[in-house]
């Protein structure tokens, strides 16, 4: 019985240990509340936001002054009116304020809008530029636009067929027609303007040729000068041999 019965100092301990633990235990979880609750930040006082100033506004400004330029990739029958257009500004830049030009080419853009599915046009490359594409030559016979850089699509079809031919024909006068006026306001500044720019780098090109074939040429005579002297040269070795032949060698004489 004595083996049952717990020490009284042992159970004080543990009844006064209890009330402490409970307290240890209370405190630890308050303060994980405290942390997990998230603490208001003192609010930062807010910018007040400056109005940024407004930039004006770009107008759109029109660097064809109202001639209907269409894009190079654009259409296949108005490619060519680019070139039109850069040979007028380069020739004579003054008839692009003119409102009967620019009138005049603005019609003949949309005579060619009309035939996008019919003819195609291009820019000429540069080694003719100013050969071509603003001229008319009624004398040309390898064009049906008569020098104008463009190709009907069934020209070639049009040598079997008389309807094709005959609405060949009729779109033709209609294109070169739509042109003329305007061509009749430009030829006088412009054509001339192209032929000398043609002779121009013709001539350029032409003297370039024949100064290399100069080049060439003074070397050559460099080298037939060196043959000349040199053969000269031999010449005058055979003739000494000549002399020393001419002369009889020693005899042997007995006595």
């Known amino acids: 019985m004595s083996d049952n019965i717990e020490p009284v100092e042992a159970t004080t301990a543990t009844a006064t240990a209890t009330p402490a633990t409970a307290t240890v235990a209370t405190a630890t979880t308050k303060s994980k509340r405290l942390k997990k609750e998230k603490v208001p930040k003192a609010e930062k006082p807010k910018k007040e936001k400056v109005p940024k100033a407004e930039k004006p506004k770009k107008e759109k400004v029109d660097k064809y002054n109202g001639f209907k330029v269409p894009a190079r990739t654009g259409p296949s029958s108005t490619r060519c009116v680019n070139h039109i257009y850069d040979m007028i500004k380069e020739a004579a830049p003054t008839l692009l304020e003119r409102d009967d030009v620019r009138t005049a080419f603005n019609n003949f853009v949309e005579c060619l809008r009309k035939y996008d599915t019919e003819i195609e046009s291009w820019v000429p490359p540069k080694y003719n530029r100013y050969s071509i594409g603003i001229k008319i030559d009624e004398t040309n016979k390898y064009s049906n636009l008569k020098g104008l850089t463009y190709r009907f699509k069934n020209e070639y079809s049009a040598y079997n067929n008389p309807d094709i031919k005959k609405k060949l024909t009729d779109d033709i ?83």
Do not use: G
């Open 173 to 255: 006068i209609i294109i070169l027609n739509a042109y003329k006026p305007l061509y009749e306001l430009i030829k006088r500044n412009v054509v001339p303007y192209m032929e000398v720019k043609e002779w121009e780098l013709k001539s350029k090109k032409d003297i370039n040729v024949y100064h290399k074939y100069m080049e060439k040429l003074e070397r050559d005579v460099k080298t037939y000068e060196q043959c000349v002297n040199q053969t000269r040269k031999t010449i005058c070795e055979y003739a000494q041999k000549c002399l020393a032949l001419q002369t009889p060698p020693n005899i042997t004489t007995f006595d």
